[in-house]
């Protein structure tokens, strides 16, 4: 049987489970995956930084309070239970991050990512078998913006969330507002200077 070749986009949660059960069947599966930031995690990563990062969106979205609005009974995989060590009901976002690395070193998967590599273009190309395309994944080395990598896939999963990119929708009358718009995707403590009295 042919291998088939699979290229992953993103290495948070979703990006992680995929790889996690394509690379348990390295007879059938062969997995690149493609995170652009320099760590696993997605949007359960903290960062202090806001909309722009170094040309790119900010990788987190989280507050520096969060925890989950799940009870603990609710979180964790089939294959891979939350450590005792979580008692408490809900979860805050550094014990879910701790659990999503160990999830990844357990199953090994940080070996099939390409950390630092934005996928830029996605194309179809047609291939002998018409009912199968492949498809060309371009590549950016983040850390020199040079292209770095394109290769042909059997198949593309896109595991880039979708919170990466704040929505702001256009309100009748916003423009008669007088005070600062912001949206809550910036928001990380309390104590932010301006947050109170802004839409």
Known sequence: MQMIEVAVIGAGVSGLIATRFLAAK????????YERADFIGGLWVYTDKMAIDDNYPAHGCLYKSLMTNTHRSC????????PDSITESFVHHTKVLKYIEAYADHYKLKKYIHFSTLVTNVSRIDSENPHRP???????????????KS???DAVIVANGHYNMPYQPDIAGMERFE?????????????????????
């Open 134 to 148: 492949r498809w060309l994944v371009e590549t950016l080395d983040v850390s020199t913006a040079r292209p770095s």
């Open 26 to 33: 390295p007879q059938l599966f062969s997995v690149d995956v």
């Open 179 to 199: 005070g600062e718009i912001e949206h809550s995707r910036n928001y990380r403590i309390p104590a932010m200077s301006g947050w109170y009295g802004m839409l």
């Open 151 to 153: 290769k042909v896939y």
């Open 75 to 82: 979180l964790g995989w089939p294959d891979f239970s939350l």
